[in-house]
């Protein structure tokens, strides 16, 4: 299942927002308002939305200023969540959120939405770092 949001302007350059999404404590400014625990532990972080189970991202790729790749912690859920980066100028960036997990049809079904709300509120905080 892949999803993805719309390209989002940030009126911040490419590094400060890498800087700023390669902190992984910051993730939690980005999290949707339903967030019940937060934590972050080395590489990676914990996070659990009311009415969903707690997912752990860990922290697995990065290309300075571009890309930054976070994926699931657990073999259970496959998935991952990149964030793409572009500059515009040295003051403005493009972003975009993709998901993309291996989940079974039903499966897929039951989470799209909360999904896509999910990505789609991480992107739209995004817009105000």
Request: net charge neutral; no cysteine.
């Amino acid at each position: 299942m892949k999803l993805e949001t719309p390209t989002i302007s940030i009126a911040k350059s490419t590094e400060t927002i890498f800087s700023f999404l390669t902190d992984l404590k910051n993730f939690e400014q980005l999290m949707p308002s339903n967030i019940e625990k937060f934590k972050v532990d080395g590489e990676s972080f914990l996070f659990a939305l009311s009415g969903m189970p707690e997912i752990r991202l860990v922290l697995k790729e990065q290309t300075p200023s571009n890309k930054i790749v976070l994926g699931a912690a657990s073999s259970k859920l496959d998935f991952s969540l990149t964030i793409l980066l572009n500059s515009v100028d040295d003051a403005n960036a493009t972003a975009q959120l993709l998901f993309d997990g291996k989940f079974n049809p039903m499966m897929a079904m039951m989470v799209k939405k909360p999904l896509t709300n999910f990505i789609n509120a991480i992107s739209d905080n995004l817009k105000n770092i």
